[in-house]
């Protein structure tokens, strides 16, 4: 068990529907990152906080958007869902902000689009 | 964008070899890393690299960040069936922002016992 906690596990929604995927991450982490995971690609980083603020920007595309609230948890929305949009989401969190690569990783949501 | 070239893409080994594998990269990275996602899980890093050169061993694995910074192997030795998983190497760009990662697309190893 990483200590990083997500929800859901799974989901499943239809073409231009919106979600939101939510990740708690270890205690006293700071650090979030979400990261995508599909066939085809292998881990592509989308985004990271740290303590509330945005500090890095990988593939994210402008349908998806991503927020760390004060108790840290992070939530990333997904809208306008597409078929392509069908993967694993991975949350991790690290202490620190520039960190050393060493992160803990959830155990990831699965979105399906249909 | 930035790339990493894992090989090889899968291994089916028998239970007791050793088995090897490799990232490259055209660009220089700061850290190499490696991780293990088994089945419905996330990756779980199994090894970290930080200086060019640098050897390290975590039990039967032995990872190695090469001399020119844009590579890395990872070694296992006398493998068993919990090996099983795929195995991602992972690389912080020199110069890069704050800690994201670049991963490959990671090597698939099934364990024949």
């Known amino acids: 068990d990483s200590g990083v906690t997500q929800t859901p596990k799974h989901l499943i929604t239809a073409t231009g529907q919106r979600v939101t995927l939510r990740c708690s991450p270890r205690?006293?982490?700071?650090?979030v990152y979400w990261y995508q995971q599909s066939l085809d690609q292998g881990l592509q980083f989308l985004i990271q906080?740290?303590?509330?603020?945005?500090?890095a920007k990988g593939n994210i595309l402008e349908r998806f958007s991503a927020q760390q609230f004060p108790d840290l948890h992070s939530e990333l929305n997904l809208s306008s869902l597409e078929l392509g949009d069908s993967a694993l989401y991975f949350c991790?969190?690290?202490?620190?902000?520039?960190?050393?690569?060493?992160?803990?990783f959830g155990e990831g949501s699965r979105l399906t689009v249909l | 964008g930035q790339q990493l070239n894992q090989s090889p893409q899968s291994m089916f080994i028998q239970e007791g070899e050793d088995v090897s594998m490799n990232c490259t990269s055209s660009s220089i990275f700061n850290t190499w890393l490696w991780y293990k996602q088994d089945p419905g899980e996330g990756p779980v890093l199994l090894i970290a690299l930080y200086k060019a050169g640098e050897l390290t061993s975590n039990g039967r694995l032995t990872a190695q960040f090469g001399i020119t910074r844009k590579d890395s192997f990872l070694n296992i030795s006398a493998s068993i069936p919990s090996d099983v998983g795929i195995y991602f190497c992972a690389g912080q760009l020199y110069g890069g922002s704050q800690g994201n990662l670049i991963f490959g697309k990671g090597t698939k190893l099934s364990v024949k016992p």
């Open positions: 991790a969190s690290s202490v620190r902000l520039a960190g050393t690569g060493e992160l803990f």
């Open positions: 205690s006293g982490d700071l650090s």
């Open positions: 906080y740290y303590n509330g603020e945005e500090r």
